[in-house]
Nanobody, 115 residues
Framework: QVQLVESGGGLVQAGGSLRLSCAAS????????MDWYRQAPGKQRELVASITSGGSTNYADSVKGRFTISRDNAKNTIYLQMNTLKPEDTAGYYCHVYLWPRDYWGQGTQVSVSS
């Protein structure tokens, strides 16, 4: 059984920063690709950033240069450092991992950016 618990969301002004954390419990996590997704009201959930077990990263074009994903395998935790936040970054942010044969999701943490 895998559990993902996000934290670190909040309300911030445009141009500000937040750091999200996702604490994971369960087996096989250190070898898995882990991701951050987000979903704004009325929009589809979208992939924000991914990180492999070896630390290779991938980002959505909309956040490149502003967001940084990282992981601490010893703590089974991934992070999302978000800088230069924009109002369009407002969304629920969800931690995700796929471990065959299913996807696992956290409960989400809300990020709201005021203009």
């Amino acid at each position: 059984q895998v559990q993902l618990v996000e934290s670190g969301g909040g309300l911030v002004q445009a141009g500000g920063s937040l750091r999200l954390s996702c604490a994971a419990s369960g087996s096989r996590l250190s070898a898995a690709v882990m991701d951050w997704y987000r979903q704004a009201p009325g929009k589809q959930r979208e992939l924000v950033a991914s990180i492999t077990s070896g630390g290779s990263t991938n980002y959505a074009d909309s956040v490149k240069g502003r967001f940084t994903i990282s992981r601490d395998n010893a703590k089974n935790t991934i992070y999302l450092q978000m800088n230069t936040l924009k109002p369009e970054d407002t969304a629920g942010y969800y931690c995700h991992v796929y471990l065959w044969p299913r996807d696992y999701w956290g409960q989400g943490t809300q990020v709201s950016v005021s203009s």
